[in-house]
């Protein structure tokens, strides 16, 4: 989850002033995170805290109503709401969330069905869901091991096809099915951490989410890089910098007890 925030502050200058050059500055002061980023924090912090992720979204999104980029329309209309309830989004948001139950749950069976529990409460339209489930699963693979031909057959599973799609660069895309394929294209082409975030903000569109997405995943295979950890996790305030370091060495103990 922690290659989502870097990826979603690395992408935040770019969502709407995208760029196609490779070799962009990676933090500048116009870096900030977005949506992306406290939303994956609500996931972290509803695993951390046994609070439901529908009582963790609106706590921190409500909390931070005015975040860089902003929510989208219907997101906003939710977060607002007396009575909040799904509204049939298959848009990425549910895909940007959800790495951290990727991390927390150590069988594949219950990956997936937390996976789809974090996209209930707002994604519930079936490729708003899958979108959730499919990054997760990516996650999850890589984290135990799995290697890059292996995931190139489990993203054809999810996107029949995703490595030959049409893709249109630079097109603003808020779905999960116009998003999440790219990502997985982008992360089979990638090398390192630091690399799959250069090629997904150069991609343009979406450049946030992209980033977010992409990083959770490399995150998986690679590792984040300690530097760019670092500087992301200076940018958030106190409260999600406390849930992101207290997921992170929970995790980390987790695997030194394995
Ligand atoms: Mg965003």
Redesign the pocket.
């Known amino acids: 989850m922690l290659g989502a925030i870097i990826g979603?502050i690395i992408?935040?200058r770019f969502?709407f002033n995208n760029t196609n050059n490779y070799d962009f500055t990676l933090f500048s002061q116009d870096n900030n995170f977005?949506?992306?980023?406290i939303c994956t924090v609500a996931i972290a912090d509803a695993l951390l805290s046994g609070e439901s992720y529908q009582s963790c979204l609106l706590k921190w999104c409500r909390k931070y109503p005015h975040?860089?980029?902003g929510y989208g329309a219907s997101f906003s209309a939710w977060l607002h709401s007396s009575d909040p309830q799904p509204y049939n989004s298959f848009g990425n948001g549910s895909a940007?969330r959800v790495s951290a139950v990727a991390w927390w749950f150590d069988n594949l069976e219950d990956t997936l069905i937390q996976a789809r529990r974090t996209a209930l409460p707002t994604h519930d339209h079936p490729e708003g869901i899958k979108g959730a489930v499919a990054v997760a699963h990516a996650i999850w693979y890589f984290r135990k091991g799995g290697q890059m031909a292996g995931f190139i057959k489990l993203a054809d599973e999810y996107y029949p096809g995703f490595m030959h799609y049409p893709y249109e660069f630079g097109r603003f895309d808020e779905s999960c099915q116009g998003t999440v394929p790219l990502c997985f294209y982008i992360v089979a082409h990638s090398e390192s951490f630091e690399n799959a975030i250069r090629n997904a903000i150069a991609c343009g569109g979406?450049s946030?989410?992209i980033g977010?997405i992409v990083g959770s995943i490399a995150e998986a295979i690679w590792g984040v890089d300690d530097a760019l950890y670092v500087h992301a996790l200076s940018i958030l305030p106190e409260d999600m910098r406390n849930v992101a370091t207290k997921f992170r060495n929970q995790i980390n103990r987790r695997y030194e007890n394995n």
């Open positions: 979603d992408g935040s969502e977005t949506d992306d980023t975040p860089m980029g940007m979406d946030d989410t977010a």
